[in-house]
């Protein structure tokens, strides 16, 4: 706990917000490997699209869990690293073997709404804890996440 001091936040105040960090960790790491099986798996005439927004998409996710377990390690806590801690706490759900284009995007969309909640609890978390590096981490997450569900509604043909 050594870094809060350096940084200037209170330890007692941490301890929700690395929980809640936690929690979008796990739920990112499942999340991350479906957009692995969606990019692996995807067939049919919208293959080239969605086969590389796939990638695009489980890059940046990959990204992010980096991003995420280390702002959890600079608050001064442990990262959940275990896939069946992940699994465990994930609200976003495994998706074996899905190749139908539509159906990997509204799992997205479906992901996404989790997530997004979860980055809103995180902020309020942030907040109340005085941490302005974990609001504006979020802040960017979501505005970027909100411009995916957009795009992803406009793909279904949504409004």
Not at 56 to 65: M, Q, V
Not at 95 to 120: F, P, Q, Y
Not at 123 to 144: I, K, P
Request: glycine residues 6%.
């Amino acid at each position: 706990m050594e870094n809060t001091a350096y940084i200037g936040l209170e330890v007692e105040s941490l301890k929700g917000l690395s929980y809640k960090l936690n929690d979008l960790l796990c739920n990112y790491q499942l999340f991350y490997m479906n957009l692995r099986g969606f990019h692996w798996n995807i067939k049919g005439d919208k293959f080239f699209e969605l086969h590389a927004k796939f990638e695009e998409l489980y890059n940046d996710s990959l990204e992010k869990i980096d991003v995420i377990a280390e702002r959890i390690k600079t608050l001064g806590f442990t990262p959940t690293h275990a896939f069946s801690d992940y699994i465990e706490i994930s609200k976003v759900k495994e998706v074996k073997n899905l190749g139908d284009g539509k159906a990997a995007v509204e799992s997205i969309l479906d992901s996404l709404k989790i997530i997004i909640s979860i980055e809103r609890e995180v902020l309020e978390f942030s907040v109340e804890a005085n941490d302005e590096g974990t609001n504006a981490l979020m802040s960017d997450y979501l505005r970027g996440l909100e411009k995916h569900v957009w795009m992803f509604n406009a793909y279904l043909g949504e409004k």
